[in-house]
């Protein structure tokens, strides 16, 4: 086989990097290691910036998303038994942010791409990437008991934390920088109608707690737990008994509880590979990068790699411009470290760590307080929380 584009993994980074190149008439191929129910299955995050909204809608995907996603204009942070509202639209000149599903986004950008008739292989196994640093790199998988080969001019790295694309990168030219945080969140998917209408992070000194939603009758809820816990150990109630206690009174009371349809416990994790291309590979999305989900940006910071590949892949096609790839990894990256600090300074300041005596919890506690207490400290919470902006491609 032969494409431009051969795109590895069909989370949401791959499939709308395939959608937006179909589009451009740049071919490309999605080479997927599961199937198409498993990658449907996976709960993940849920708030979209404008920067990624608006890229949905310039991939011809975002028609569902404007009828069913919801526009919030502002969140609540609680903490010291208060709930302090960041206005986002207010405090950013008119932004806000889009609650509407990871597995949604990806649902349309599935759908969209077999309307286009481009070809996902699906099911591939004993994926390897092959002549990297030369002009005519090539991807070859195992399907059907067959060994495939795919030749192409560039490939997209898209598979994720534990995907392939990454470590086929040789080890000594790739800088890794990690923190593993000594907690995980254990999410709830529940039909109720949620607490508040807009999302509340709250500190607390049992430790940190999310509530957000993902319609107005259905619930995704958060709590802060230690890394060695098993969700086996969390009952319905048990969960629904923490939410509560570390929730503000007026919250809590009318918190509204039910069956969970989806339960989980996520490690939080920031992890950054330099640079993000290795010759004619890309890295995109949790190839390259990991966030703690407590900024929102994982799904974020992806779009904004994707926008960046495409702007450039559309520059070299249409207009020559093959200078342009080697910037690829620096643009990324001034991008991402930025959502990395602060994904890390909201999580720093919302969690309790293993070592949070009551002294660090004032201090995390009038930490809040000054920000929220000044029009600086809201407007850099709130300037991060809808995005930054995405750097032009010129
Ligand atoms: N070969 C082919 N495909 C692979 C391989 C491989 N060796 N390894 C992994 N994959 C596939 C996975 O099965 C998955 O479908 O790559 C895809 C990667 O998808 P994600 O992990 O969702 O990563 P990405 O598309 O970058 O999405 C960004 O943002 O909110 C965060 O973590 C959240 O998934 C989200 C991410
Ligand atoms: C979610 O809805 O799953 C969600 C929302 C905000 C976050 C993290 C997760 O910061």
């Known amino acids: ?38 990658i449907l299955s996976r709960i993940r995050a849920g708030v979209l910036e404008q920067g990624m909204v608006d890229l949905l809608r310039e991939a011809g995907v975002g028609a569902r998303m404007d009828r069913e996603g919801l526009v919030h204009d502002g969140f609540e942070l609680a903490f010291d038994g208060r709930c302090e509202r960041i206005d986002l639209k207010s405090l950013t000149g008119g932004q806000t942010v ?32 092959h002549e990297l640093k030369g002009e005519r790199p090539y991807v070859t998988f195992q399907k059907n008991g067959e060994r495939v080969r795919v030749d192409c001019d560039y490939i997209a790295g898209c598979d994720g934390f534990h995907g392939v694309s990454r470590q086929s990168i040789p080890a000594e030219t790739l800088k890794v920088f990690e923190r593993v945080y000594p907690f995980g969140w254990l999410g709830v998917l529940a039909d109720t109608p949620p607490v508040n209408e807009e999302l509340v992070y709250a500190n607390h000194a049992r430790g940190f707690a999310l509530c957000s939603m993902r319609s107005p009758t259905r619930t995704r809820y958060y709590v802060q737990v230690s ?48 640079p993000m291309q290795y010759g004619h590979l890309f890295l995109l999305g949790d190839a390259a990068h990991i966030v703690p989900p407590t900024g929102a940006k994982g799904l974020n910071l992806a779009a904004s790699d994707v926008s960046t590949l495409y702007r450039i892949l559309l520059k070299v096609y249409r207009e020559g411009r093959t200078d342009l790839l080697q910037r690829y990894s620096a643009i990324c990256l001034r991008r991402v470290w930025k959502a990395e ?29 000054y920000y929220v207490g000044s029009q600086a400290g809201r407007q850099t919470i709130a300037e991060n929380y809808v995005g930054l902006p995405y750097e032009a491609v010129e």
């Open 1 to 38: 086989m032969k494409t431009q584009v051969a795109i590895i993994g069909s989370g949401p980074s791959g499939l709308l990097l395939g959608q937006l190149l179909q589009r451009a008439g740049i071919d490309n191929i999605i080479i997927e290691r599961k199937d198409p129910a498993y």
């Open 98 to 129: 889009m609650v509407y599903g990871q597995t949604e986004v990806t649902r349309d950008l599935m759908e969209a791409r077999q309307a286009a008739g481009a070809l996902t292989v699906y099911d591939a196994e004993d994926v390897q990437l």
């Open 227 to 274: 890394a060695e816990e098993r969700v086996e150990d969390w009952s319905d109630e048990r969960f629904w008994e923490e939410l509560k206690r570390r929730l503000p009174t007026h919250l809590a009371e009318r918190l509204v509880t039910g069956p969970s349809i989806e339960k989980s416990i996520a490690p939080l994790r920031s992890f950054v590979a330099e």
């Open 341 to 369: 600090r602060f994904s890390w300074w909201m999580t720093s300041l919302l969690h309790k760590f293993p070592d949070t005596d009551a002294f660090s919890q004032r201090i995390q506690q009038t930490e809040l307080d």
